[in-house]
């Protein structure tokens, strides 16, 4: 889809074609929006070039952290919009009573998501208060902002500054928050793969046993012995 023309102050969502069974496309034409529903590749709703929106329920975004799901949306997110944001619906209590998953743990994940993957979260009650706050978001974007409502067909072209941390953070046991952090002690990823364990541990975050690990994964020697298929 190219950029759509906003003139005369049209608020116009284009929802993932899986949200039209949900109220919430429903609820945002009740405010006066344009719904157009299209196969959207990451989010469920586009408000503009730039912001993207994943929407989950709180039963649905407890099962994406136990299967791991969410994870992988939020770093889509990060890597296809400038602005993405992560809406939770529903009663923001049963993220710590619900599916049996530890507080701590839930804490833990929403902390990694709004800061190791920079997806603010937005809580909300119900259907009705989602599509209020994407209309909102689509006002504010479109009419205020006059920004063009696009679609990305890929995600964002990584900088040289993300490809390093992306390769940085194949290591074992580094997240994106270490892959940064390793890089800006070490300088350059050569760096990061001369380093011995000694200096590897300094990085916050590392420790020796992480360290003696990424050590020896770099400098041990490579032997795939392929297995005899009968």
Sequence with gaps: ???????GGTVTVVADHREQASNVSRHIT????????????????ITSDRTGIERKHVRDFLSSLVDQRMFRQAEELSESFDSPL????????????????????????LASIALDYRVPIIHTQNPR??????????YREQVKSKRPLQIRASRKCLTQEKL????????????????????????????????????????????????????ELLNSGYSCKEENVV
């Design 1 to 7: 889809m190219n950029a759509q023309d906003l003139s």
């Design 30 to 45: 009740e405010l006066g929006g344009d719904v157009r529903y299209e196969q959207l590749k990451v989010g469920d709703y």
């Design 86 to 109: 992560l809406i939770i619906e529903g009663n923001p209590e049963m993220l710590f009573i619900d599916r049996g998953v530890h507080p701590n743990a839930v804490r833990g994940a």
């Design 129 to 138: 208060e989602t599509a209020a706050q994407i209309y909102w978001i689509a």
């Design 164 to 215: 390093q941390e992306f390769v940085v953070s194949g290591l074992p046991g580094v997240n994106s928050t270490l892959s940064r952090r390793l890089l800006e002690f070490f300088g350059s990823v050569r760096g990061v793969f001369s380093a011995g364990p000694d200096e590897l541990s300094q990085v916050e975050g590392i420790g020796e046993k992480k360290a003696k690990r990424i050590w």
